[in-house]
């Protein structure tokens, strides 16, 4: 399985993976039936769940019912327990929409035109498409950005960055997830490195241009945002940590006040 999921995802083009994976990996999720885990987005149990990587594969990542990563368990987990996103409409703009995630707000906002608006470079799913490093939309326009491991795949990260916080409303706020390596102290990037297989072997991943070290809440924060760092899988504890089969990420909240 482990060998199968880390060729589709290198082999199988990204937007034809994701119109593909909702009915297949279902089926294969029928021979991992059992209560050792709980997805908190769909509520389906499992005795684990599917690995995931591109490279090296993550054992109990991927809940085959509704494709939830580590991630976006947490980050519904902090949504749902921290925000008021579920209980308000605020006119928020979704940048390479999660599935798993757009399940459940696309309904909430139903009721509420153009106040969920989803966007990605090239995915089908999104309602908009367009380049994160020149967003389409007017300055303080938007009162919630959703914005999560995309910022690793842009050649010019800053620019973005000045993008969203342009494009965000005094009050509004914003989640801005990249993978992080703690041990580095600053980021690393090299432009030259432009060979697939090579940004695969020094990025982990052949479509991501720099490893972002502990000082991407500084990088945040020189576009202009508040920026806060925050630890929410310790806060959960290690019983919600097992049982949502949880990453030690950090949650990273940007404000333009």
């Known amino acids: 399985m482990k060998r199968l999921i ?3 995802l290198n082999h199988i083009p990204r937007p034809v993976l994701q119109r593909i994976a909702s009915w297949a990996v279902p089926v294969v999720g029928f021979f991992y039936q059992g209560s050792r885990v709980e997805c908190p ?39 749902t327990r921290e925000t008021d996103l579920l209980q ?14 757009m399940r ?23 309602d908009l498409h367009f380049d994160v490093q020149q967003i389409p939309l007017a300055d303080r326009s938007v009162d919630v950005i959703l914005c999560n491991h995309l910022l690793e795949h842009v050649a010019d990260d800053r620019r973005a960055l000045r993008e969203l916080h342009r494009i965000l409303r005094p009050g509004g706020w914003g989640i801005l997830l990249s993978p992080v390596e703690p041990d580095y102290e600053h980021t690393y990037e090299d432009d030259t490195i ?3 297989d090579e940004r695969t072997r ?9 490893i972002y070290g502990a000082d991407y809440p500084d990088r945040l924060r020189e576009a202009g945002f508040e920026a806060a760092d925050i630890d929410y899988a310790a ?18 909240v940007v404000y333009r006040h």
Not at 235 to 252: K, N, Q
Request: aromatic content about 12%; glycine content about 6%.
């Open 6 to 8: 880390r060729w589709a």
């Open 41 to 79: 987005l769909c509520g389906h149990r499992y005795r684990k769940f599917l690995p995931y990587g591109y490279v090296r594969s993550r054992a109990n990542a991927l809940c085959p019912h509704c494709l939830s990563l580590e991630r976006h368990r947490l980050l519904w987990l902090y949504l």
């Open 88 to 101: 308000s409409h605020p006119r928020t703009l979704h940048i390479a929409p999660e599935v798993c995630i």
């Open 104 to 126: 459940h707000l696309k309904p909430h906002f139903a009721g509420f035109p153009g106040q969920y608006v989803t966007a990605d470079l090239e995915s089908p799913l999104a």
């Open 194 to 196: 432009t060979d697939p």
């Open 202 to 210: 020094i990025f982990g991943q052949y479509d991501h241009r720099r």
């Open 235 to 252: 806060a959960l504890g290690e019983e919600a940590c097992r049982r949502y089969a949880l990453p030690r990420d950090h949650i990273y």
